[in-house]
């Protein structure tokens, strides 16, 4: 998790197993983002809690 720019958006980096898995993993993360979102909320003491985006790779882009 990066800030991107700053904090008010954050960065999040998850590598699936291989194309197919990073596929599913953001279709499911679309699904569930504003109740992670909500979750993140919930954990911290700001104001505003950040927005998420989500970055998701395959472990083949990440080797390279």
Do not use: M, N
């Not at 197993?17 to 699904?31: C, N």
Request: charged share 25%; glycine share 2%.
């Amino acid at each position: 998790v990066e800030p991107a720019p700053d904090v008010s958006r954050l960065a999040v980096t998850l590598v699936a197993s291989g194309p197919v898995q990073a596929t599913l993993a953001r279709e499911r993360i679309a699904l569930v983002a504003a109740i992670l979102r909500e979750q993140v909320a919930a954990s911290v003491h700001r104001r505003r809690a950040p927005e998420l985006v989500f970055r998701v790779t395959a472990a083949t882009e990440v080797d390279r």
